[in-house]
């Protein structure tokens, strides 16, 4: 009896996220961005590592280009391909 007690909360929570459409669209954002990252390439993944994933410090452009030896503006035309193709990913573009 203890068992039901216990799963039949859990069951009730996940038909209701299964259902939620906000969850569902996060769920997705998820796995798009995911599976995006998998197909990045060295320096794309640098770029998305150093800028929003390293979480003990925040790295300035001038240090992504340094690590990367390119130009700031090279890198910067990278990000914005990064972020173009995950919009179209997504499907708001």
Do not use: C
């Amino acid at each position: 009896m203890v068992v039901k007690q216990i799963a039949f909360p859990t069951g009730n929570k996940a038909i209701i996220l299964a259902e939620d459409k906000n969850y569902q669209h996060l769920k997705n954002i998820i796995t798009t961005l995911e599976q995006y990252y998998k197909e990045l390439d060295h320096d794309q993944k640098t770029i998305v590592d150093m800028r929003y994933f390293d979480k003990h410090e925040a790295y300035e452009w001038s240090h992504v280009t340094d690590k990367l030896y390119m130009s700031v503006q090279r890198v910067l035309r990278k990000r914005n391909m990064l972020i173009d193709e995950t919009a179209r990913r997504l499907g708001w573009v």
